[in-house]
């Protein structure tokens, strides 16, 4: 299990939550991303809180499949936006007087990495959600 902490020695945390994400991890603007922010938005529902208020500090782990060709790659910036896009479950909805949009400009502090997926391992996502305390 994972504990609370400090976010590079400064700022307190609390654990909200911790997900693990099934699925093929999707990139901004492509035609996999409605699938993944779908997987991303079932994992928060089962996991079940939320949404909370406060700042944020989000931690995500990749785990992308084998290539299936040369021009499939993942970009790390690419694989946050629709993730962070799916989480309006957690951040709450963004107030404002546009679309309905998932409440990510309090995220303050992110941490990510992406890595292909071992032999036997599904790909998707470990994410986990920490609040800032004041």
Known sequence: MWSSGRIMGVAETENLVQLDVPGRPASYSS?????????????????????WGGRFSVLIEF???????????????????????AMEGIFGLRAWNGPAQ?????????????RTADTGELPGARIEVRRILP
């Open 31 to 51: 035609a996999a991303e409605a699938p993944w922010k779908a997987a991303v938005r079932a994992a928060i529902s089962e996991a079940g809180g939320g949404p």
């Open 63 to 85: 785990r992308t499949p084998q290539a299936r060709n040369a021009n499939e790659v993942w970009d790390l910036d690419n694989l946050i936006k629709p993730t962070l896009d």
């Open 102 to 114: 998932a409440a990510d400009d309090r995220v303050d502090h992110l941490e990510a990495s992406k």
